[in-house]
């Protein structure tokens, strides 16, 4: 199945453009704690806004989906 094989220079190439392709200007994007270093600057560069929830060792680092609803 040769057209569903990606190749990439690494993780961080292929994220920013999965971001791209779907982020948009004004959108938030949801970045579990702990994250790399670059993931909300691969937000903002789709002008999108990046939005970090906590996560818990506790918890395997799954997120609360209590921690999703808004305000």
């Known amino acids: 199945m040769p057209d569903q094989i ?12 999965a971001v791209l392709a779907v982020g948009f200007p004004g959108d ?3 970045i579990p704690a702990p994250y790399w270093v670059s993931y909300p600057e691969q937000a903002r560069l789709a002008d999108a806004t990046p939005v970090i929830i906590p996560t818990k060792i506790s918890d395997n680092f799954l ?3 209590k921690m999703l609803e808004s305000p």
Do not use: F, M, R
């Open 63 to 65: 997120l609360d989906p």
């Open 6 to 17: 990606l190749v990439s220079n690494g993780a961080k190439q292929s994220i920013i453009q």
């Open 28 to 30: 938030e994007v949801i």
